[in-house]
C-alpha cells in the first residue's frame, strides 16, 4: 500500500495506521489550507559561519528564464533604479503569477529593483482553470502553465510578448487523467513535464514550433498511493527526476533529447524521507536539494555519473522554536550555489541553508514570509529578489512579498506587500532586455 493517507502533521505522521485510513480524497490544497498555526515573524539565527563557504561556479537555477537572461557570475552587473545591466543589456525584471480557481488570471508585474515595488502590467492573461504552476521555455518566448482542475485538466501553453513582456489568452492541451499540478521544460525547449497528483503520474508533452503542445507522447505510472508531485531535468538535459510524496521515493529517468520518451535509470527510485515534494539543482549540478512535505526536511542528493541520487546530508527546515502543525512546500537553490531556500506551511518561513562543497547544509536563519501558506517563491535570475507566493488560509494571508537577498543569503522584506490577489500559487520571474 502507499502513503496516499497520511496526516499532515510533524510528528504525528508515525502515530497513524496507515491500512485503516479512507481519506483519499483528501488534496494537497485542503493540506495548504488547512487550519495551522502562524507563530509571530521568525528569524534564527544559526551559524553565521555558513557564509564562508568558498566561491563556486554559477549553478543552473530553477527559475526559468529569456535568451535575454544573464546570471551571475559571467558578467559584470551594474544597477540603475529599476534596471540591471549585465554586460551590454539593459534588463527589467517581471514577474508571472497564477493560483486556484476558474479562468485564473495570470498576472504580470514589473518588479522595481530599486524599491522593490511590484506594479501590474496590462490585463491578465487567461491560461486555463486553476493554472498551479508555471514554467517558462528556456528562450522566454513561452509560458508554460499546469492546470490543476480536473474537470479542465492539461498544461496551457501562452506567448509572451516580447515589447511587453506580458503573456497572451493561451491554448490547452489536454491530459487524460485528472488535474496537474507541476510543470517543467526541458533545457533543449522541446517538452513539457507535467506532474499528476491525484493520478499519480509523470507525463511529457512535445513542443512545436509555434509554442504550442503536441498530445502526450509519454505516460509514467506509479501506481496505486502514487502522488507525483512534481518533476525536474537536469540541466545536462539526460536525466529526469520526480519526486513522489504518496511512495516516499524519487523517481528516476533518462530522457530522450529527440523523443522524449523515458526510461528508468538503475536504480528506479532514490529513497526519499516523508512525502518528498519539490527538487532543485544546486552547485554544478553536482547536488540536488529535496523539499519533503510531511517531516518539513531539505534533503541534499549527490547526482551520481549515470544521474542516480544518494543521499548527502538531511536538515529540518523548520526554525528550532517552532512546535506547531507544518508542511515543506517549496525549495530553491541561488544562482551563486551557495544558499538553499524552504518554504514550509505552518511555520509560514523561508529557511535559507548554506550548502558547501559536499552538499553538506546549515541553517543560517528562519525568516517569516509575512502571510500565511507560502506554497511557492522564486528568485530572480541575478539572484537579488526572492518574490514569495502567501496561498492565504481561510481568505486570509494572501499575498506577494519581494525580499532582496543579500551577500549572506539572508532575507529583508523590500516594497509593499500586494495583497489584492486571491490564493496565490505560481510564480515565475524572468529579466528581459529592456525595449
Keep these: ?114 524599491s522593490g515595488a511590484l506594479t501590474q502590467l496590462s490585463v491578465p492573461a487567461n491560461l486555463g482553470n486553476s493554472p498551479a504552476y508555471l514554467a517558462q521555455s528556456p528562450d522566454g518566448k513561452f509560458l508554460y502553465a499546469a492546470n490543476e482542475d480536473s474537470a479542465q485538466a492539461g498544461v496551457t501553453a501562452a506567448a509572451i510578448d516580447a515589447t511587453t513582456a506580458t503573456p497572451s489568452n493561451g491554448t490547452r492541451e489536454s491530459y487524460a487523467g485528472k488535474g496537474l499540478v507541476f510543470t517543467e521544460v526541458s533545457p533543449n525547449g522541446k517538452f513539457v513535464l507535467a506532474a499528476s497528483y491525484d493520478s499519480g503520474e509523470l507525463v511529457v508533452y512535445p513542443i512545436k514550433s509555434d509554442g504550442k503542445l503536441s498530445p502526450v507522447v509519454d505516460t509514467k505510472k506509479f501506481g496505486d498511493g502514487a502522488q507525483t508531485h512534481s518533476v525536474r531535468v537536469h540541466p545536462n538535459g539526460r536525466w529526469a527526476y520526480a519526486p513522489n510524496k504518496g511512495l516516499d521515493k524519487i523517481a528516476q529517468f533518462a530522457i530522450d533529447a529527440a523523443t522524449g520518451k523515458l526510461t528508468a535509470l538503475t536504480p528506479a527510485f532514490a529513497n526519499g524521507h516523508d512525502g518528498p515534494r519539490h527538487l532543485a539543482f544546486g552547485a554544478g549540478a553536482r547536488f540536488a536539494y529535496v523539499i519533503h512535505e510531511l517531516d518539513n526536511q531539505l534533503t541534499s542528493y549527490a547526482v551520481g555519473a549515470e544521474g542516480a541520487l544518494t543521499e548527502v546530508d538531511s536538515k529540518s527546515a523548520l526554525p528550532a522554536s517552532f512546535t506547531g502543525e507544518s508542511t515543506g512546500a517549496h525549495v530553491l537553490v541561488h544562482p551563486n550555489g551557495k544558499y538553499v531556500y524552504a518554504s514550509t506551511r505552518g511555520a509560514d518561513v523561508i529557511s535559507v541553508f548554506s550548502t558547501d562543497e559536499a552538499g553538506k547544509l546549515t541553517l543560517i536563519e528562519s525568516t517569516s514570509t509575512q502571510g500565511k501558506v507560502p506554497r511557492n517563491f522564486d528568485i530572480d535570475p541575478s539572484g537579488a529578489f526572492l518574490v514569495v507566493a502567501n496561498q492565504g488560509k481561510n481568505s486570509a494571508g494572501a499575498s506577494l512579498v519581494v525580499f532582496a537577498i543579500g551577500s549572506d543569503g539572508k532575507l529583508t522584506q523590500r516594497g509593499q506587500a500586494i495583497t489584492d490577489v486571491q490564493s496565490p500559487c505560481a510564480l515565475s520571474l524572468a529579466n528581459r532586455e529592456k525595449k
Design 1 to 114: 500500500m502507499g502513503k496516499n493517507n497520511r496526516s499532515l502533521p510533524v510528528g504525528l505522521a508515525c502515530l497513524f495506521a496507515l491500512t485503516g485510513c479512507n481519506t483519499s480524497e483528501i488534496r494537497d490544497k485542503a493540506q495548504d489550507a488547512s487550519d495551522v498555526a502562524t507563530p509571530p515573524g521568525t528569524s534564527t539565527d544559526a551559524s553565521d559561519d555558513a557564509a564562508k563557504d568558498a566561491t563556486r561556479p554559477p549553478t543552473p537555477n530553477d527559475a526559468h528564464v529569456g535568451s535575454d537572461d544573464a546570471r551571475v557570475g559571467n558578467d559584470a552587473q551594474t544597477r540603475d533604479g529599476s534596471t540591471i545591466t549585465i554586460g551590454d543589456k539593459v534588463l527589467e525584471t517581471f514577474l508571472y503569477v497564477g493560483g486556484y480557481g476558474n479562468d485564473y488570471p495570470v498576472r504580470t508585474y514589473a518588479l522595481d529593483r530599486a
